[in-house]
């Protein structure tokens, strides 16, 4: 006798999440999700057009060894032992939430920061909660205090929407006070002026997730990866798929991350356009927060945000409208090419 | 104060699963995890390069629509909102038992079939028992009773290590008696002589997963899907990664399932070889399990499986030597090319 819903009560209780809009036809200029305007590098698509005439019949490197060893060489890091792939970021964060904390059990976040961990903690049955940043995007004390209940924190650094860092040495300090591992989302790391890489040698507290997605141009991939001491690697092992990155990522991915005169190169003019938008956008009266990011948080002290959005929409510009329920609500706009950035500021100039 | 362990106790009690062997080097004749020896239809290939010259900077198609068309039309089924795609058809069982299987529930797997299951519960901090077939290969009756404690039971069909098949009238039966979800895994069902996709439209306690690993020959490229009744795939779509399947895979996965000639064709060679191998394995004396999937289960009245494993691997021909504990062991030969099979047939006949 069947059951007609068959599925766990925290899946009927929660909101799934939902991503910048991705319009699959027309003719958008696309800054709603942090995509990097330009096209990854050269070597990717060649890597990719060998491992595809290779064949894909045989099943991929279960722990993308090849991609593990370059990326150890590249980054500074002891070995390939202190890094887990993964299918996207986002698949490294779900496997650390499923690790990590149980059903019941709490995990934290900032706010506003990425609403992705609240779902993930949704879909695990688990508890999160909020720690308001402080006016100038400082963490308030509160965050690193907290019982044996709470067993996860995430801190986005960059954070987004604001595009600010906490620097590595107040990272420390927060991952030495919490009762509970700190997984430090450095998705638009490359773009800003410190990373905590070096921090997981130091504490066995400490995660550290990156992308390929944003500063390698790489988002239709999916490709990311964990950084963290080789004890916690290998627990986080068990849980992610037999085969969870294919032939053709893992390819790509060792590529992309060899690519470091590419990376250079790209971050440079992404940090351009971005500083003449955030020069622009203060001229056109928008409060601006300085970013780090490859995307620039501002509000307007008078105008509707959520009214610029759909102007912008109407003329094929895309934004991303984000509004945080008791905190306050703005524009996040991703930096793209020089000409994109000019054609949206140009529209906002003339909405205002 | 960190604790040591941050882990979930779950992962500390549990045994990864550990897939075949998979030598990034040597010169294998590679018979051990059902990969198809024939490369994929070139239509795969050329989609492939086509998206990656398109460039991957943006995000891919969050619910790979062009797959869920195709698919839907090429299966006959009522539209691309029964199915959802996953990163390979782990992450689709991954997903099935996140939605349903809370800790400290129960699923149910025959015996002996896919160990991954067992796995899949464990991570979940759930409970799995096993039924153990009957000696023909049928279910036994107490495979469909339970108690609202059970919550999900798998049914791999064709199963893995026999190749045996359920038809699709006893799997509905079965569905109807169970007080839970089943979950039949057909990843070998192209090689089979029916399936059960025309169940799910007569009940909505039937999942039916599909991997385009075996019968596409696309093991490294990592896509399968779940088909299900409407309101289910929307639940399910809740848990998946907003972008679980890249821009890639689905470009390549596309181009596959609507490759219906090349799979009529690579379905015909792969029987017509496991057609000779079983001949053959019976003429060396092999008690073999008439299969209906890409692989061959065999068992010698007198010789030590595990010595014709260690024997064929040091003449570079990889089987899978399987054991079941309380069950017995034996060999689960892939169905290769003929060359392969007849390399693999030669040896064994010099080993007995």
Redesign the interface.
Known sequence: ????N??????AK?Q??V?GE?P?GGKFI?LN?N??????PAA??DA??A???A????????TA?SFRRQAAEVLGLPGPEWILAG??S??IL?ILV??????GQRLRLPYPSYI?YRTLAD?Q?AVWEQTAFESDWKLPAAFGEGD?DL??AFLPNPNSPSGTVLPPEEVLSL??R????LVVDEAYADFADSHCLDLVRQ???VFVTRTL?KSY??????FGFVVAQPQ?IA?L???K?????????IA?ATAAIASTDWLADNVAKIKATRSRMQDRLTELGFNVTPSQANFVWCQHPHKSHKELYEQLKRSQILVRYMNFPQWGDGLRISVGTDDQADACLLMLSQLL
Chains 1, 2 share one sequence.
């Open positions: 006798m069947p059951s007609s068959p599925f766990r009560p925290a899946l929660m799934p999440y991503p991705q699959q696309k999700t995509e990097n305007p330009y096209p990854a990717v698509t990719i057009t491992a595809a005439a064949g894909l019949q045989r099943y991929p490197d279960p060894s299918n996207g986002d698949e779900t499923r690790a990590i904390v149980g059903e992705l879909i049955g044996e067993r996860l991952a030495e919490l009762p509970c591992p504490s066995d507290q997605s141009a790489l988002a239709g991939l999916r916690l627990e092992q068990k849980i798929d037999s085969y969870n990155c294919d032939t053709l990522s790509a």
